[in-house]
């Protein structure tokens, strides 16, 4: 019975480690940047995302793409149509294998890593890293944010097309075709 007792403790003990983790949308933020005419820059936002870490460390996030915001109305609907294409690829998802020293940080504690992993963006996947720091803010916050943007490639994801249309369309010399991206995503325990 002692032995009983002490295994259903030691595994209600951790059982947190091995929780399942989900994304705060509300709390959570996603960026990326663009310079147009080689010298305005702005920095734009996909309003929403989702997603969740395994506790196995398998992590997925999926960013509607029909959430970009960069703050004027027909600029968003042209990147949606035109740049995105929104109809045929409406998210973009990130995929990856984190490494349990990030998930089973302790509470109050922080540290900084590496996540590498998978890009799915307008049907093209690529490799992408993202440099980051965790902090275990809580028992079940998890608190996930690049410490540097991550550049990503128009060319690498067949979007260059789409760019092309955009800068004629607003009749401009130039869009960059790299765009940084940082975020920081909140995940809480389920």
């Given at each position: 019975m002692l032995k009983q007792s002490l295994v259903l403790l030691s595994s209600l003990l951790v059982a947190p480690a091995f929780a399942d983790w989900t994304v705060a949308p509300e709390q959570s933020s996603l960026h990326f940047m663009s310079t147009k005419n080689a010298q305005v820059t702005e920095v734009h936002a996909f309003e929403e995302l989702s997603g969740s870490v395994s506790g196995s460390g398998k992590l997925m996030i999926e960013v509607p793409l029909s959430s970009v915001n960069?703050?004027?109305?027909?600029?968003?609907?042209r990147m949606q149509e035109k740049l995105f294409n929104v109809a045929k690829f409406p998210a973009a998802t990130f995929t990856a294998d984190v490494p349990s020293e990030l998930i089973k940080l302790k509470a109050g504690s922080s540290?900084?890593?590496?996540?590498?992993?998978?890009?799915?963006?307008?049907?093209?996947?690529?490799?992408?890293?993202?440099n980051v720091s965790v902090s275990k803010v809580s028992a079940d916050t998890l608190v996930v944010s690049t410490v540097s943007p991550t550049l990503i490639?128009?060319?690498?994801?067949?979007?260059?097309?789409?760019?092309?249309?955009?800068?004629?369309?607003?009749?401009?010399?130039?869009?960059?075709?790299?765009?940084p991206v940082t975020f920081s995503v909140t995940f809480e325990m389920e």
């Open positions: 960069t703050n004027i109305p027909i600029r968003n609907t540290t900084t890593a590496k996540v590498d992993g998978t890009l799915s963006l307008h049907g093209v996947e690529a490799p992408v890293s993202f490639g128009a060319e690498t994801f067949g979007l260059t097309a789409g760019l092309d249309m955009l800068q004629n369309i607003a009749g401009l010399k130039s869009i960059t075709q790299t765009s």
